[in-house]
């Protein structure tokens, strides 16, 4: 059985919610005062408090149904992330992202998005694609879907079809909204019903997975 479920977090909770992205950094320290810095992780991994968006006791039930389906951190799943969704500040476009230049052979090209320009470039893999939202350009000509190019929205990369693979220095590029793949991060989801009438918070965190 597929250790990831391809379903959506509750989108009206997610939206509300709290996270961001966690890097691992190791810094040692010498007796001159100078340090050294290594980063330990390639990519960050974001981590999320659902509990932020829940405001009712429908929206804590629906959590823990959730939660029950998945069966606490055994499953992972779709998470939104209102801060960052998409390929672009605005609405996506084809010309948003570079994924790489064509060969002449190359048929398929991974899904990622680049933060940062001018010092450290980071490109981060998109593998959980919004179906549908995959828009692609190939040398700055649009691409279309199902007649030029799949996108597998599983995994985030994208196939040209046989007659229409890039040519040598053609650069792909493509605009898309996408998900995170997370798991719950606790097997024990511990609600006080008493102190969530008053107002608490329930703590409900989630962390990126690799899927």
């Given at each position: ?7 959506l ?14 890097r ?27 509990g ?57 090209f ?15 893999p998109?593998?959980?694609p ?14 279309t ?63 990126e997975?690799?899927?």
């Amino acid at each position: 059985m597929a250790s990831f479920h391809e379903i959506l977090f509750p989108l009206d909770i997610a939206l509300k919610s709290a996270g961001g992205p966690e890097r691992r950094t190791e810094i040692i320290a010498f007796g001159s005062g100078r340090e050294q810095r290594n980063a330990r992780w390639a990519h960050s991994r974001r981590r999320y408090d659902a509990g932020y968006g829940v405001k009712t006791l429908a929206a804590l039930q629906e959590v823990v149904a959730f939660f029950e389906e998945r069966r606490g951190q055994l499953y992972g799943f779709r998470w939104r992330d209102r801060l960052d969704h998409s390929s672009a500040i605005d609405t996506p476009t084809p010309l948003d992202q570079m994924l790489g230049a064509g060969d002449g052979a190359q048929a398929q090209f991974q899904l990622t998005k680049t933060y940062g320009s001018s010092y450290a470039p980071y490109a981060r893999p998109v593998e959980k694609p919004v179906p549908g939202s995959v828009r692609v350009a190939v040398a700055g000509v649009g691409a279309t879907v199902n007649t030029d190019f799949t996108c597998d929205a599983a995994t985030g990369l994208v196939t040209f079809l046989p007659g229409h693979i890039p040519a040598a220095g053609a650069a792909v590029t493509a605009g898309f909204l996408f998900d995170v793949p997370v798991r719950f991060d606790t097997d024990y989801l511990e609600v006080d019903l008493s102190a969530f009438a008053a107002g608490a918070i329930p703590k409900i965190p989630l962390v990126e997975i690799k899927p």
